[in-house]
Each structure stands twice: as C-alpha cells, then as structure tokens.
C-alpha cells in the first residue's frame, strides 16, 4: 500500500523560508506526478504545485504561490520538495502532498500534513 510521509513543518517568522519533504513508500514514485496542496483552518484545500514525472519534471503554480515557492523531485529518493520562500502569514496552513494516477489522473496517495504556521 502506497505511503507518503511530509515533514518539515514548523513556525516561522513573516519573510522566512521552510523546505518540506514529502517522501513516498509502497509505490513506484517515479511513474505518478506530485502534487503540493495547503489548508488553512476554515478554508477548502488548495492546490499549489505539481510537477511531472521525470525526465520533463514541468512544473505549474498558482499565482499566490508563484515565485516564492519552488516543487521538485529526487526520484532516487522517492521525495518530493517544496521549497518555500518570503513565507506571508497567509501562507499559515497545513501542507498536503499528493501522488498522482497516472492511469486516471486523480490523487491516488496522500500524506497526512505537515503545520507551516507563519507569525512574528
């Protein structure tokens, strides 16, 4: 059964930077594209990144995201990346990573979140 494992979470001061691992088990990682989402508390889930599989490894955001965060892959590692940078306090939520169907395109595994809390 397939596993995905985030961490990197933690509380960070406005403008910081955090880098979240999410690392996969029970699959074959390098065939399903990833995906990073966020919730925050009273808010629907949001998508933020995904990339492909590798070797094109294309990458999208969502504009709220765009420029500071940064999605990518080690598939000799089985882990996704995100890297997060000029951290708002609205970034405040707790992070999601997602593996993709590559049969059907929906989200086949999901982790269990990792807390990104942004405050002075």
């Known amino acids: 059964q397939g596993q995905l494992v985030e961490s990197g979470g933690d509380l960070v001061q406005p403008g910081g930077s955090l880098r979240l691992s999410c690392r996969a088990s029970g699959f074959t990682f390098s065939r399903y594209a990833m995906r990073w989402y966020r919730q925050a508390p009273g808010k629907e889930r949001e998508l933020l990144a995904r990339?492909?599989?590798?070797?094109?490894?294309?990458?999208l955001y969502v504009d709220s995201v765009k420029g500071r965060f940064t999605i990518s892959r080690d598939d000799a590692r089985n882990t996704v990346y995100l890297q997060m940078n000029s951290l708002k306090p609205e970034d405040t939520a707790v992070y999601y990573c997602?593996?993709?169907?590559?049969?059907?395109?929906?989200?086949?595994?999901w982790g269990q979140g990792t807390q990104v809390t942004v405050s002075s």
């Open positions: 997602c593996a993709v169907d590559p049969d059907n395109g929906q989200g086949a595994y």
């Open positions: 990339i492909s599989t590798t070797p094109s490894d294309t990458t």
